[in-house]
């Protein structure tokens, strides 16, 4: 163990108070009291071999020489040097016996008051605050270590107890042992070896540290807990926790102390005075029993040993006899496994019959599905040649009906010609009637609402061509048209609030031009339908006049009319509303398209059913009794506006 740092003007703290005594005898103190070792102090440095309690400087030796010349000559060749003590280097406390040596008072330094401050001499205490917290890392890093220890006793080779490890720590604790379980020949002994282990970051695995073997009973009492108690202790210390208090052992403690720390609590005094002991007559009959005891023991004993030899004599009859039970059961075991067995492999068989079964039904059926699969692949090559023709039929349907759409379109134009004012930048007419861009602050009311009558006509009749239903119905009368915008909120009582005027003689203004923005939107999304977006929605006729020139394009000539047609119907060269466009003229002129005249207005009849000019006088688009109307691809449905003209 390295030394302590013990000093008898410490023996106030040091010394437990009187009350804090131990309870065991020293001669007491077995491993069985033992719960549990603690180390205080760890270091992997060898400790100094004897304390200091100043420096070790040869100027510090009491028999040194010190003359007045060569103390001046040693303050002035002398450099500052570190020094390993804490106390004052300028003490001028002599001891009077040291003193004829000393020289007189030292002269002061002029200019200089009192005592010099000891300068300090480490390299880097003037560091930055980064530095010298590594440093203090540094050093705590060396000082903690892994640890762990192990008990051993005379007698024994391996260890009676090994430790769990404690990490990174200068004061390792260990969990609290029980040694009753090694027997009575290790926990009546008063002798243990304690071996501690160490490692750290500077070592190569585990460092053999220390190997303390003592006495229990030559341990000092320390106190019950360490608390109360002020000494320091030495480095490496082993601190042994009993079933009375905690021990150590101090190599520098004086004798006369070490025996003063194990004085015992004086004896309790009984104010009734001494107590009678046990008379002769109860010694002998204890003693008396306690050799009945001792018979019955060794009756015990030699029964037990006799026991023992009549099982050893008749060893193999009782195995035998053991062995029955055993056999009995293993055998019932293979009975119950061949049963079980039995029983899995009559499952097997039926399982195995079955997938017979299925593999052959899946086989028949497999051969119809190729029978069947044959038949439908002589159906697919003759259908295939049903399918192309069919194929190649619809796309001519596609096209015929692409083709009349055109031809309506353009029979559209021509019955209602949309033609530009001369000097007006897209402003246009609709059958000679101006119609204004949605601005009609100095328009005539009757011939903007004619002129609205006549679009409300051609975009009911567009959405019937492109077989589009329009979000915004409308009820086409002519010059009093109407349109009706099903999500209108009723904000007044009339009986049809969502109905707006197409017309602006006495109805409401407002009224009046949001019917005509609902007809703009119609116009937007049947120009969305054919893939043309207008710029302006406010303008009429321009983007109405747009969309029937895109309806109108394509490519190949327009389909020609089927013989006959509505009587009356005059012929007429040439497309006035497509002036622009000579592929138009040369279609119409080369299939001889019939233009119409129109020369009474419009007139609503009793049953809704608007009488007026055809837009083709083809008979497959005719009204015919019921009011039959047409779809886009060519067919008739009931509601039509057209009526067939006598």
């Known amino acids: 163990m390295a030394g302590s740092q013990y000093s008898p003007h410490d023996e106030a703290d040091a010394l437990p108070l009187a009350r804090d005594r131990p309870w065991l005898l020293p001669y007491n103190r077995k491993l069985r009291h033992l719960q549990g070792i603690t180390i205080r102090n760890l270091t992997l440095d060898s400790a100094p071999s004897r304390p200091r309690g100043k420096t070790i400087d040869d100027d510090g030796i009491p028999s040194t020489l010190k003359s007045p010349t060569k103390v001046l000559a040693l303050r002035e060749s002398r450099g500052l040097n570190h020094s390993r003590s804490s106390s004052d280097l300028n003490s001028r406390h002599v001891n009077n016996e040291n003193a004829h040596h000393l020289s007189p008072e030292k002269p002061r330094r002029p200019g200089v008051s009192g005592a010099l401050r000891r300068r300090s001499t480490l390299e880097w205490t003037g560091a930055n605050p980064l530095v010298r917290q590594k440093k203090l890392e540094d050093i705590a890093d060396a000082r903690m270590a892994d640890t762990f220890f192990t008990i051993h006793v005379h007698g024994l080779e391996d260890p009676v107890y090994i430790s769990e490890v404690a990490e990174k720590t200068m004061n390792p604790n260990f969990r609290f042992f029980d040694l009753s379980s090694s027997g009575p020949a290790v ?115 030699r029964l037990a040993s006799e026991i023992e030899e009549i099982l050893r004599d008749n060893r193999e009859g009782i195995d035998a006899v053991e062995q029955v039970p055993e056999a009995e059961d293993r055998l019932k075991t293979v009975e119950a496994a061949v049963v079980a067995e039995r029983r899995r492999v009559e499952a097997t068989r039926r399982r195995v019959e079955e997938k017979r079964s299925n593999t052959q039904r899946r086989r028949e059926l497999m051969q119809k599905g190729r029978e069947s699969q044959a038949e439908r692949e002589k159906e697919v090559e003759t259908e295939r040649a049903t399918h192309a023709a069919l194929r190649e039929s619809d796309i001519q349907s596609q096209d015929d009906v692409a083709g009349q759409r055109r031809r309506l379109c353009e029979d559209l134009q021509n019955v209602y010609p949309i033609e530009p004012v001369k000097g007006k930048a897209l402003l246009f007419t609709v059958r000679g009637l101006l119609l204004p861009n949605s601005e009609f602050e100095d328009a005539k009311e009757d011939v903007t609402s004619a002129a609205l009558g006549y679009v409300a006509e051609m975009v009911s009749i567009l959405s019937l061509y492109h077989d589009l239903l329009l979000p915004y119905p409308i009820r086409v009368s002519g010059s009093t048209s109407t349109i009706d915008d099903p999500l209108a909120m009723s904000t007044t009582s009339q009986p049809t609030p969502r109905t707006y005027p197409l017309f602006m003689k006495g109805v409401v203004r407002y009224r009046f031009e949001y019917a005509v923005f609902l007809l703009n939107k119609n116009i937007e999304i049947l120009s969305n339908h054919i893939g043309i977006k207008p710029l302006d929605i406010r303008q009429t006729l321009p983007n109405l006049k747009y969309l029937l020139f895109v309806a109108t394009a394509g490519k190949g000539e327009l389909p020609a009319r089927k013989a006959g047609g509505i009587k009356g119907l005059l012929r007429q060269q040439g497309m006035l509303s497509r002036t622009a466009s000579m592929d138009s003229t040369r279609t119409a002129s080369s299939t001889n398209t019939a233009i119409i005249e129109p020369k009474p207005p419009l007139q609503l009849r009793a049953n809704g059913v608007k009488q007026g000019y055809p837009s083709a006088s083809d008979e497959n688009h005719m009204m015919l009794g019921g009011g039959l109307q047409m779809k886009g691809n060519g067919s008739v449905f009931p509601g039509s506006p057209l009526r067939e003209m006598g």
Not at 245 to 273: Q, V, W
């Open 187 to 301: 926990t009546r002994l008063d002798q243990l070896t304690v071996n501690v282990w160490a490692r750290n970051e500077s070592t190569n695995g585990w460092h053999y540290l220390i190997q303390f073997s003592a006495r229990l009973g030559s341990l000092q009492f320390i106190g019950k807990t360490l608390g109360k108690f002020r000494h320091p202790l030495p480095q490496n210390c082993l601190l042994f926790h009993m079933t009375d208090g905690i021990y150590t052992s101090f190599p520098d403690m004086p004798i006369d102390e070490m025996l003063r720390s194990n004085n015992l609590a004086p004896p309790k005094e009984n104010p009734e005075g001494p107590l009678n002991t046990s008379s002769y007559d109860a010694i002998l009959r204890l003693n008396t029993l306690d050799d009945c005891i001792q018979d019955a023991l060794a009756t015990r004993d």
